[in-house]
């Protein structure tokens, strides 16, 4: 049995495996000096360690000490009552620059950190999953009862990530991008040992984390992540629709240098800009630009293309009030007066363009 301290009380819980047999485990309660119930941690807890903080997770308690000391000596006065105030002025850039640095470290470690936590968390479920027999439903139903319905999402998450081989170690990449990567691997059908390796691989991406003197980047290495996930879904959507694009790497790449997420919206962007017989890397080039020769061609087009959705959820109106009509006295009659005035003049337009032609 696991040793509890002994400000820990002890809880029994009994569930069952997949086959009925009963199982009781022991469970830390409510600690009284802090709360170690998920989803139940003090704002005094939290609040203890703040005021406390002095900059240990920087790397830098004279620094942030420092910091504090500029702060507290200038931010009340004009430029008029300094002295030196070009030296003043240097000074703050300098302690901003410096603590800026050391805290986008901090953010990153702290990802890492909190990154492997998660999977091993996840690695935990999925072995009590594996002791219980129990899969599908059967499986959410006991999270649900044993550990609440709100965590389950992210609890799936974390289980997917515990599953891929060799994980571990690239926790530094952080959940989210971690979990990209992973879809990716599905998308292109990986399987290794170390699936995430031969992602990175494929799209020339170093990972050498343990190697002291490469200068690598943790934006070198999240934006070559991103850009090999960005590619994959566009590969995906091009075999969905057995359309090839020709899209530019090199485009997509910059794109993402500067901070252009490539969702499923900008991917089907492109094949509407392809379907009109232009230039998908024209249009790319116009984006890295900020030129955006296509944005008002691209409106014009999804305003007409959403016809079809609208007609739809007006048919599944209609249905649902047939099987409740109840709910039929809430509709406004001046809203289906201005339908029917809608439809007659989008019929009048299609009419005389027909005629025109």
């Known amino acids: 049995m696991t040793h509890l301290k002994k400000h820990e009380q002890e809880t029994l819980v009994e569930t069952k495996t997949a086959n009925?047999?009963?199982v009781k485990a022991v469970l830390p309660e409510k600690s009284t000096?802090?709360?170690l119930i998920p989803g139940k941690i003090r704002l005094a807890d939290v609040n203890?360690?703040?005021s406390k903080y002095n900059g240990q997770f920087i790397d830098g308690t004279d620094l942030e000490l420092e910091?504090?000391?500029y702060i507290e000596e200038f931010q009340t006065k004009e430029a008029h009552e300094i002295e030196n105030l070009a030296v003043v002025i240097s000074r703050g850039r300098a302690l901003y620059q410096t603590h800026r640095a050391k805290s986008e470290r901090s953010e990153n470690i702290i990802d890492g950190v909190e990154t492997k936590g998660k999977i091993l968390q996840g690695k935990l479920l999925i072995i009590e999953k594996t002791l219980l027999g129990k899969e599908g439903k059967q499986w959410v139903d006991h999270y649900t009862q044993t550990y609440g319905q709100k965590s389950l999402r992210s609890a799936q998450d974390y289980m997917a990530l515990g599953r891929i081989p060799?994980?571990?170690k690239y926790s530094p990449i952080g959940k989210e991008r971690l979990m990209e990567a992973w879809r990716a691997t599905k998308i292109l059908e990986i399987e290794s040992d170390d699936p995430i390796a031969t992602l990175l691989t494929q799209h020339d991406i170093p990972f050498n984390p343990e190697d002291s003197q490469s200068e690598q980047t943790m934006t070198d290495l999240k934006l070559g992540i991103a850009y090999a996930v960005a590619v994959t879904k566009i590969k995906k959507a091009e075999l969905k629709k057995e359309i090839e694009l020709g899209v530019d790497p090199g485009l997509v790449k910059r794109l993402i240098s500067d901070g252009e997420t490539i969702s499923n919206c900008f991917i089907n962007d492109l094949f509407i800009i392809n379907r009109e017989g232009l230039d998908v890397n024209r249009h790319l080039e116009g984006l890295c630009s900020n030129e955006g020769n296509d944005d008002e061609m691209l409106s014009q087009i999804k305003r007409v293309e959403r016809l079809p959705r609208l007609?739809?959820?007006?048919?599944?109106?209609?249905?649902?009030l047939r099987q409740h009509s109840d709910l039929v006295a809430r509709v406004e009659r001046g809203d289906i007066?201005?339908?029917?005035?809608?439809v007659v003049a989008l019929k009048r337009l299609i009419e005389n363009e027909s005629s025109t032609e």
């Open 48 to 50: 203890s360690a703040c």
């Open 337 to 342: 007066s201005d339908l029917e005035t809608c």
């Open 20 to 22: 009925g047999k009963p």
């Open 311 to 320: 007609v739809a959820n007006l048919k599944d109106a209609v249905e649902y």
């Open 166 to 168: 060799n994980i571990i």
């Open 33 to 35: 000096a802090v709360s």
């Open 67 to 69: 910091v504090i000391s």
